[in-house]
């Protein structure tokens, strides 16, 4: 049952009615709708458990909490990605935009906010979705889910088998924020037989994942996977044991006792855990695991995976990632010459002449670039590029969905230009909120035309799970002869194999370890 008082917009779900609120130019929005129950106390660590239903009307107009973890500010540049909603454990709730609670049945997109596995929240501001909803008529759903230890804490041999689950325990949160997105969305004009899950960073490791995993199968139609470095393989499972243990160690708890572990405070927790990354290296280990139960293999090695075999997927990167995390030291930004090398080759971890072979290939590519220049070339292609092609290198060879690439180009002139075309550039331009994110965006000529070719791209992938439309070139499906990307930029122009001797040089290069002290949030 739907009240369509334009004031206080009433939907009854499976759990009870809630009420959100109109926006004075159109569309709804509904806030901190709970999917599942409190994860705290006796529910710590277990797969999520059924939300209580409830009687009368539940506001639904602030974000619920988000789940408890280090809080990292922000700088005033990248503002637009923070959220001032609460923390703890309660934080099992999503947020619905629409343009109406009717019965259009408009394409859905879950979106699943990045942070890695350690941090975020879906109710940050750049993820509002009114411009969305509004401009491209469709119905967003944002999600919180549980975090760091709380949702990825590996059991061990010992553990009591009620925790069997813990080391997937978020990801098992994402599942059962779909089957609320199947059972509900429909009473708030979407389409549960058009859903489509996307996310950048952490969250697009986490739609990889959510695409290996059976009990997500048939909850989804469609897959953007943003930015991703890690997802197509996870963490070595006797590295998230070894965290697991080193935390009941730093706590002076019997180890493996999970049940010990559900009374200790949630900042007890975060700062034991904190101090274990910290000795380690800066090594997160508290990330999803192989278990045998959720997740039985690596979601895209040594292939794509069965049971999203339908699934079509877009995938995609920025052009220059790094600089993103590269401006926590300024040096990164000047730094040349000899310096330029030595921190190019600390960062590949490999011997001198394979580390030559590579700055070989990009300086005769980029022959004017400065050391800082050819340090975020690198670091971008080895963190997120190459994951990302090898991600649907093996999506092509499946053979049974289609798979399109971008690059996202366009390059910010705030501080002088230096950050490029950082890691979340392109959040602004999918979510419409481009002049949200002024600080970062600028006001140049070309944001509003690039803000509706990235927005209706992402949309229309969401309709018919291909993102062509008419304000962009022709954009062909991925190939393994091809490669045809559209890289979006102020020309933005569909190229086949971009940079491709980069990508082959970078490809040599051990892959990437997820949860490495490099391992780029």
């Known amino acids: 049952m739907t009240d369509s008082s334009i004031d206080a917009p009433i939907v009854e779900t499976t759990l009870g009615r809630v009420r959100g609120s109109a926006r004075a130019g159109g569309g709804l929005f509904f806030r901190g709708i709970p999917y599942a129950a409190d994860t705290a106390g006796a529910h710590r660590f277990l797969p999520p458990q059924p939300a209580t239903p409830w009687s009368g009307v539940r506001e639904a107009t602030a974000y619920g909490s988000s789940c408890p973890q280090i809080v990292t500010p922000r700088t005033r540049i990248f503002q637009w990605l923070a959220s001032d909603a609460p923390l703890g454990e309660d934080c099992l709730v999503l947020n619905v935009d629409t343009p109406a609670a009717d019965a259009r049945k408009r394409p859905v997109m879950v979106y699943l906010h990045g942070g890695a596995f350690a941090l975020g929240s879906g109710s940050s501001q750049v993820y509002d979705g009114a411009s969305l909803t509004q401009r491209e008529d469709v119905v967003l759903v944002t999600v919180n889910h549980r975090l760091n230890l709380f ?17 997937n325990a978020g990801m098992l949160d994402l599942v059962a924020a779909l089957r609320w997105v199947r059972d509900n969305i429909a009473r708030f004009g979407g389409d549960p037989d058009c859903v489509t899950i996307f996310g950048q960073s952490g969250g697009g490791a986490k739609v990889a994942i959510l695409m290996a995993m059976a009990e997500a199968q ?6 953007i996977v943003q930015s991703s470095s890690s997802g197509f393989r996870v963490q070595p499972r006797e590295e998230c044991e070894a965290a697991t243990r080193k935390l009941f160690q730093k706590l002076e708890l019997p180890e493996g006792d999970f049940t010990a572990l559900q009374a200790v405070p949630s900042a007890t927790l975060l700062h034991a855990m904190q101090s274990v990354i910290g000795a380690s290296g800066g090594q997160d280990s508290f990330r999803p695991v192989i278990d045998g139960r959720t997740l039985k293999r690596h979601p895209f090695h040594p292939t794509a995976p069965e049971v999203s075999a339908s699934v079509p997927l877009m995938i995609g990167h920025t052009r220059t990632e790094a600089t993103f995390f590269l401006a926590a030291d300024p040096s990164n930004f000047t730094v040349d010459g000899d310096e330029a090398r030595k921190r190019i080759k600390r960062f590949l971890r490999v011997d001198e002449s394979q580390a030559e072979a590579v700055l070989a290939v990009y300086e005769r ?16 292609d080895y963190l997120y590029r190459l994951n990302n092609i090898t991600g649907a290198e093996q999506k092509v060879k499946q053979g049974t ?34 002049a949200l994110a002024h600080a970062f965006t600028g006001d140049g000529p070309e944001l509003p035309k690039l803000e ?13 799970g291909n993102p062509q439309h008419d304000e962009l070139p022709a954009w062909p499906t991925y190939s393994l002869d091809e490669r045809a990307t559209m890289v979006f ?10 940079r491709g001797a980069e990508r082959t040089a970078i490809a040599q290069i051990p892959a990437f370890h997820p949860g490495s002290s490099l391992y780029a949030r």
Do not use: C
């Open 365 to 380: 590519e980029h022959p004017k670039a400065p050391g800082s220049e050819l340090l975020a070339y690198i670091a971008s």
């Open 489 to 498: 930029s102020a020309d933005t122009q569909v190229v086949n194999d971009p």
């Open 218 to 223: 048939g909850l989804f139609h469609r897959a």
């Open 151 to 167: 949702g990825y804490l590996t059991p061990l041999a010992n553990s009591d088998p009620r925790f069997a689950d813990a080391g």
């Open 452 to 464: 509706r070719q990235v927005m209706k791209a992402w949309t229309q992938f969401a309709r018919t």
């Open 401 to 434: 969905a289609p798979v399109y690439a971008y690059e996202f180009a366009w390059k910010s002139a705030v501080l002088g230009g230096k950050f490029m075309s950082p890691h979340t550039a392109e959040i602004p331009f999918v979510f419409g909120n481009v």
